[in-house]
């Protein structure tokens, strides 16, 4: 449970005592802006699926962002998180209207469904071998790793689904992909393969 004294601490000392390790902060800013930033995005959408998968990828962005040390404390917190809603609610109805429906099939794959307006014989090679490093590099995760990108990536699924998947919390579940992030880029590395993350 959050002390009121933790709840009255400005959004830069919540993040400051977030990256220490008191996870306690992350929830106040969390429960400080929710209705903010939902309501945004709701507005938009206006999709109660869609929004809530676009409200914890935005916050899922924020906690990779603070935790590999790339957040730029401005005093503009808020207005950072709703630039990334309003970037993915953007992405969102980009892929709709240009994203083909993948068949709904365990054998099937995302990356083999993508098309580009632009494919000439080197983009095809390059995306298929990225597909192919990618599907590798998941293989060598931590299992528990691996099924969360699963999950996310391949099944689509949103945190809170893949929480009650695993049987974790959404906190979680978002650090499980954040350190599965972290170890594919080391991984890729190690294995001289290029992948974007």
Same mark, same amino acid.
């Given at each position: @449970? %959050? *002390?009121?004294?933790?709840?009255?601490?400005?959004?830069? &000392?919540?993040? @400051?005592?977030?990256?220490? +390790?008191?996870?306690?902060?992350? &929830?106040?800013?969390?429960?400080?802006? #929710? =209705?903010?930033?939902? +309501?945004? $995005?709701?507005?938009?959408?206006?999709?109660? &699926?869609?929004?809530?998968?676009?409200?914890?990828? %935005?916050?899922?962005?924020?906690?990779?962002?603070?935790?590999? *040390?790339?957040?730029?404390?401005?005093?503009?917190?808020?207005?950072?998180?709703?630039?990334?809603?309003?970037?993915? $609610?953007?992405?969102?109805?980009?892929?709709?209207?240009?994203?083909?429906?993948?068949?709904?099939?365990?054998?099937?794959?995302?990356?083999?469904?993508?098309?580009?307006?632009?494919?000439?014989?080197?983009?095809?090679?390059?995306?298929? #071998?990225?597909?192919?490093?990618?599907?590798?590099?998941?293989?060598?995760?931590?299992?528990? #790793?691996?099924?969360?990108?699963?999950?996310?990536? !391949? +099944?689509?699924?949103?945190?809170?689904?893949?929480?009650?998947?695993?049987?974790?919390?959404?906190?979680?579940?978002? +650090?499980?992909?954040?350190? =599965? $992030?972290?170890?594919?880029?080391?991984? =890729?590395? &190690?294995?001289?393969? !290029?992948?974007?993350?």
């Amino acid at each position: @449970m %959050t *002390d009121v004294k933790t709840k009255q601490l400005t959004d830069n &000392e919540l993040i @400051m005592r977030y990256r220490e +390790g008191d996870s306690s902060c992350f &929830e106040v800013l969390l429960e400080r802006y #929710q =209705a903010k930033v939902y +309501g945004y $995005i709701f507005s938009v959408v206006k999709d109660k &699926e869609t929004a809530d998968d676009i409200f914890q990828d %935005t916050f899922y962005k924020v906690v990779v962002t603070i935790n590999s *040390d790339q957040y730029k404390d401005e005093n503009k917190f808020v207005h950072w998180v709703m630039r990334i809603a309003h970037n993915l $609610i953007v992405d969102h109805f980009r892929r709709n209207n240009k994203m083909p429906l993948v068949p709904n099939r365990p054998e099937s794959d995302v990356l083999d469904n993508l098309k580009f307006p632009d494919d000439n014989a080197e983009h095809v090679i390059i995306k298929k #071998q990225t597909g192919q490093n990618i599907r590798k590099l998941v293989k060598m995760l931590p299992p528990e #790793q691996r099924r969360v990108v699963i999950l996310r990536h !391949y +099944g689509k699924c949103d945190f809170k689904d893949i929480a009650a998947r695993t049987g974790v919390s959404i906190n979680t579940a978002l +650090g499980r992909m954040r350190y =599965a $992030i972290i170890n594919l880029r080391r991984l =890729a590395k &190690e294995n001289n393969m !290029y992948i974007e993350l």
